[in-house]
């Protein structure tokens, strides 16, 4: 192969053998100034690429910082009244404050509720949002009443233990 491109060559006229030259050096400049520009063009986004994970590096660093701040920060207490209000403000939300009978706070962890007739999916959704609030159902009876769906519900809700 290499001897046919020599005779190739040799075969050629000394213009013609210019020629070649010429475009081969004019192919060769082409390509070296496109690669040229395609890696000044990537420089360009990989500079902005590092300059919002730069950005996004320090707030997630500020926000870790927060993290174990908080995190070391001692669990101020609530009183009493806050769990109850919490829980008193949920039951007039979900709108089941005409089926509430009770509700006592016989500590600042507990709170103790009595519906007399309540619909038993409204009670199941209800418990369902204060779990989501991390306030557990501690101990419960529901009782069957008369009317379909409808449960008499006596329990007690605690709030987390503080750590």
């Given amino acids: 192969m290499r001897s046919a491109l020599h005779n190739a060559w040799r075969s050629r006229s000394p213009r013609e053998r210019a020629i070649l030259a010429a475009l081969a050096v004019f192919l060769g400049v082409a390509l070296y100034a496109w690669f040229v520009q395609s890696a000044v063009?990537?420089?360009?986004?990989?500079n902005s690429s590092v300059t919002a994970l730069r950005t996004q590096a320090a707030r997630l660093d500020q926000q870790a910082s927060e993290y174990r701040r908080l995190r070391a920060a001692p669990g101020t207490a609530a009183s009493t009244s806050e769990l109850r209000a919490l829980i008193q403000a949920r039951v007039e939300a979900a709108g089941l404050a005409s089926a509430l009978v009770r509700l006592?706070?016989?500590?600042?962890?507990?709170?103790?509720?009595?519906?007399?007739?309540?619909?038993?999916?409204?009670?199941?959704?209800?418990?369902?949002?204060?779990?989501?609030?991390?306030?557990?159902?501690?101990?419960?009876?529901?009782?069957?009443?008369?009317?379909?769906?409808?449960?008499?519900v006596t329990a007690t809700l605690a709030r987390p233990a503080q750590k």
Avoid: K, M, N, Y
């Fill in 41 to 46: 063009r990537a420089r360009a986004q990989l």
């Fill in 104 to 152: 006592d706070a016989p500590d600042s962890d507990h709170v103790v509720v009595v519906f007399g007739a309540v619909a038993f999916a409204d009670w199941l959704g209800w418990i369902t949002g204060l779990q989501a609030q991390q306030i557990r159902l501690d101990a419960c009876r529901i009782e069957a009443l008369a009317t379909p769906g409808q449960v008499s």
